[in-house]
C-alpha cells in the first residue's frame, strides 16, 4: 500500500522560508517522478514542481527561482525547499506520485503553509 507523508508546512512571514519533506513507502519510487502540488482556499488545486528519478526538476512559473525540488533516493523522499515566500503562496501542499504500471496515482495528506504579510 503506497503512502505518502508529508511534513514541514507552517507559518512563515513574507520573505522567509520553509522547508517541506514528504516521505513515501509502499513500492519502488526511484525511477518515478514525485511532485509536488498546492491548493490555495477556493482555488483549484495547482501543480508547483516535478522531480524525475533521475534529478531533472521543473518548476511552476509562480514559484521559478524561489522553491527548489528535490529528492533523496535511498529514503524514497522527496523535499520543497521555498524561499522568499510570498503570501500568495498560502496554500495546502501535497505530495504526489503516479505509477504507470499498475497504475496508480497517490496523494499524502498536505501540509498547511501559511504566509503573513
Known amino acids: 500500500q503506497v503512502q505518502l507523508v508529508e511534513s514541514g508546512g507552517g507559518l512563515v512571514q513574507a520573505g522567509g522560508s520553509l522547508s517541506l519533506s514528504c516521505a513515501a513507502s509502499g513500492r519502488i519510487f526511484s525511477r518515478i517522478p514525485m511532485d509536488w502540488y498546492r491548493q490555495a482556499p477556493g482555488k483549484e488545486r495547482e501543480w508547483v514542481a516535478s522531480v524525475t528519478g533521475g534529478g531533472t526538476t521543473t518548476y511552476a512559473d509562480s514559484v521559478k527561482g524561489r522553491f527548489t525540488i528535490s529528492r533523496a533516493n535511498a529514503k524514497n523522499t522527496v523535499y520543497l525547499q521555498m524561499n522568499s515566500l510570498k503570501p500568495d503562496d498560502t496554500a495546502v501542499y501535497y505530495c504526489?506520485?503516479?505509477?504507470?504500471?499498475?497504475?496508480?496515482?497517490?496523494w499524502g495528506q498536505g501540509t498547511q503553509v501559511t504566509v503573513s504579510s
Open positions: 504526489h506520485v503516479q505509477f504507470s504500471y499498475p497504475p496508480g496515482s497517490y
